[in-house]
């Protein structure tokens, strides 16, 4: 009877050991990847720190006065560009036009 008791303590002790060793791996495992995605969480923050300051470099309000006078041939409306609104033509509606196609 001491005999059986001895091996099945020896057996639970056993199991212990190597449950105890695989919950250790999985543990380290995780450790690993959660410090990989801090990493690559300090690496998208300072991305985005870094596009922030571009784009308020990008968005003086000087740089873009700037390109509009260079890339844009803008100039005031002349008179003769003016028209009145009779001038446009009618607009017809989907009933109108639907009434003139006879469906």
Not at 31 to 53: G, H, P, T
Not at 66 to 93: D, K, N
Request: with cysteine.
């Amino acid at each position: 009877m001491m005999r059986r008791s001895v091996v099945l303590w020896l057996v639970l002790a056993g199991c212990f050991g190597v449950s105890m060793f695989l919950i250790k791996q999985e543990v380290q495992q995780r450790e690993s990847r959660l410090d990989q995605l801090n990493r690559e969480l300090l690496e998208n923050q300072e991305a985005i720190r870094v596009l922030r300051a571009e784009w308020s470099y990008l968005n003086r309000p000087v740089r873009i006065e700037a390109l509009i006078r260079r890339h844009l041939e803008l100039r005031p409306t002349e008179i003769s560009q003016r028209g009145v609104f009779e001038s446009l033509p009618v607009r017809i509606t989907a009933v109108e036009d639907q009434a003139e196609t006879g469906q």
